[in-house]
């Protein structure tokens, strides 16, 4: 996210971040954790399961395994395991369906430096972006009006993306303009006006500028004009985590009611969604193209031997 000298954010970094922000993030992550853990996790994990039976349902005979870009299960670990499976081709699909230097571009960089240090690469792939795929803007408008069928619709369609330096635009980062490419498909999807919702950006770090405007006085700017209700969702967010359940269904939502708003409602991530699973496996196989992942080659020897085995069974 910070791209500054490296010497300057390590003065930084554990001069002033890691006094600080543990004890908070601590306390953040209390709120949303889970018995089964942290929900990014959680719901990571099993868009990986979801995704493998959607591929092997159509005959597509892939392995999929998901990686934490900061956690584990980390990305050599997950490279290392396939690679001991005897996986020849990997196909790199980061959850980041818009693309940013600080995000699917650090995921590439992780994968690269894994390569580096492997005498055997497999082939790989990337997937850049899907930030206007059809199915997935599909499955966010399908989230959205099955939320608004069962709480009722706002008065405004707030859709809150994870913020960058400002400066990265001027580097040319395509991240803002694919961000609002998505909100703009989204309420066309839904049959909005530019009046209906506003794209803002969240997770803001430090007092350098960043992407514009702000979701949190944002929405306490529209509950001062006399907007009495809005909506939510976080579109660049694969499955909810931190981001989207501590800081814009909660802290949000407070500083909307605080500020004179009356209802704020937040619409989950696509999470588990079966709409947006096969919104991934489309994605997925459009990548996997001219790679041979059919039904398992199995050679004369090997048929007679597998026979025989259930033979003896």
């Avoid at 405004?156 to 609002?180: I, N, Q, T, W």
Wanted: charge should be neutral; proline fraction near 5%; charged fraction near 20%.
């Amino acid at each position: 996210m910070v791209e500054i000298p490296r010497p300057l954010w390590w003065l930084i970094l554990h001069g002033v971040i890691l006094r600080t922000r543990p004890a908070k993030s601590a306390a953040k992550y209390a709120a949303i954790w889970t018995e089964q853990g942290s929900p990014l996790l959680v719901w990571t994990q099993r868009q990986a399961e979801l995704l493998q039976a959607s591929l092997q349902s159509q005959g597509h005979h892939v392995t999929v395994r998901c990686a934490m870009r900061y956690g584990n299960p980390s990305v050599d670990a997950t490279l290392d395991a396939l690679k001991a499976e005897g996986a020849t081709r990997v196909l790199v699909l980061p959850l980041y369906p818009q693309y940013a230097a600080a995000t699917t571009a650090s995921t590439i960089d992780a994968v690269s430096d894994w390569a580096r240090r492997t005498r055997h690469v497999p082939e790989l792939r990337f997937v850049n972006r899907y930030h206007d795929d059809p199915g997935y803007i599909a499955a966010l408008a399908a989230s959205v009006q099955a939320h608004w069928a069962q709480h009722g619709r706002g008065q405004k369609l707030v859709m809150s993306f994870h913020g960058v330096p400002a400066r990265s635009l001027a580097l040319g980062d395509p991240y803002h303009c694919e961000c609002h490419k998505t909100a703009r498909l989204l309420a066309q999807a839904l049959g909005l006006g530019q009046a209906d919702y506003i794209v803002t950006f969240q997770s803001r770090l430090g007092r350098a500028k960043w992407l514009e405007p702000y979701t949190e006085p944002t929405v306490k700017r529209l509950a001062g004009e006399g907007v009495k209700r809005i909506d939510a969702i976080c579109p660049g967010f694969a499955s909810d985590n931190l981001e989207t359940l501590e800081e814009i269904a909660m802290e949000a939502r407070d500083s909307f009611l605080a500020a004179g708003g009356e209802q704020f409602s937040f619409i989950d991530c696509l999470n588990d969604r079966p709409d947006w699973i096969a919104a991934l496996a489309d994605v997925s196989l459009r990548h996997l193209q001219g790679w041979p992942f059919g039904a398992p080659v199995v050679d004369e020897a090997q048929r007679q031997r597998a026979l025989a085995l259930g033979a003896s069974n």
